[in-house]
């Protein structure tokens, strides 16, 4: 079975999404929110989106302060 997190709010904290896992309408306040599985809707208002390979955002929102990194897949 695969894990998902809902609603979670991180505030300068860091949240790792293994592959197969999911997180669904976090709020990044600070931090870092690291994908290999999949993050759906997040929204970024500070701190880093790091999407790895493999890994997936829906509807992402990065608001003033925020930053969406996409890492190189094959």
């Given at each position: 079975?695969?894990?998902?997190?809902?609603?979670?709010?991180?505030?300068?904290?860091?949240?790792?999404?293994?592959?197969?896992?999911?997180?669904?309408?976090?709020?990044?306040?600070?931090?870092?929110?690291?994908?290999?599985?999949?993050?759906?809707?997040?929204?970024?208002?500070?701190?880093r989106?790091?999407?790895?390979?493999?890994?997936?955002?829906?509807?992402?929102?990065?608001?003033?302060?925020?930053?969406?990194?996409v890492?190189?897949?094959?």
């Open positions: 079975m695969n894990g998902t997190a809902e609603y979670s709010i991180l505030n300068d904290g860091y949240q790792i999404v293994q592959m197969g896992g999911a997180a669904n309408q976090t709020t990044l306040n600070n931090g870092v929110l690291q994908v290999y599985g999949a993050a759906n809707e997040p929204t970024i208002k500070g701190g989106l790091i999407i790895e390979k493999d890994g997936i955002t829906v509807f992402a929102a990065i608001e003033k302060g925020g930053l969406l990194e890492k190189e897949g094959d």
